[in-house]
């Protein structure tokens, strides 16, 4: 099961860098708001490549202080996206701000998962309201990410469960652990694809 986890984490870490690239190309093709979406593709990518040099290139064994900006950033990126997209009113960033002081400045290895999941919960609930907000107004809806908003949203929906799950993988074998991880993986790469998907159908 190790052995297929790394395929599918190989896998992912692809479809992060197609969908990158492609988005970068198709950037001037994009709507402002629409741009939010490279923007959020290109953090990841980057969080992935510093992840990668850390742990390969300058040996550390020890990479949690990365982690406040992978969440923090990954918050504002969505959260922005969706405040832009929906129309809210711009007080939405106070509590966005408020989380992410709070991911910065409780820096405690223990509060981690706390954290991911208090950002995947503010995240779904963005998602899920614009993908209702998307549904009401089908018939003249002209959103060209609807399919992306809705990987998004399941996507984190999973996420959560994994996440409160992670006080008890201690009780799994070793298969079982790779097994939901790789689940995960699975669901992150759809999201990706999706976005590709979506960055080459567009035409103009």
């Keep these: 099961m190790e052995d297929a986890f790394k395929v599918i984490l190989y896998f992912n870490n ?6 990158a690239i492609i988005g970068l190309l198709k950037f001037k093709r994009l709507k402002n708001i629409e741009k939010w979406y490279v923007y959020y593709i290109i953090f990841l990518f980057f969080i ?27 918050l504002f990126l969505l959260g922005s996206l969706f405040i832009r997209k929906l129309n809210l009113s711009k007080y939405w960033y106070i509590p966005i701000f408020v989380l992410m002081g709070y991911f910065f400045f409780v820096n405690k290895v223990e509060t981690n998962e706390l954290k991911k999941v208090i950002s995947n919960i503010v995240v779904i609930c963005f998602a899920g309201y614009s993908l209702l907000m998307e549904i009401r107004k089908s018939e003249t809806n ?23 799950m992670l006080k008890q993988l201690k009780s799994f074998s070793n298969d079982e652990v790779y097994m939901i991880w790789s689940m995960n993986n699975v669901l992150c790469s759809f999201l990706y694809v999706s976005i590709i998907y979506t960055f080459l159908k567009l035409k103009k």
């Design 14 to 19: 692809g479809f992060l860098f197609i969908s």
């Design 48 to 74: 992935e490549a510093a992840i990668k040099i850390s742990i390969y290139a300058l040996k550390l064994k020890n990479i949690d202080f990365l982690y406040p900006l992978y969440v923090s950033g990954e």
């Design 142 to 164: 002209n959103d060209r990410f609807i399919l992306v908003d809705a990987f998004i949203f399941l996507y984190y929906a999973v996420s959560v469960f994994i996440f409160f």
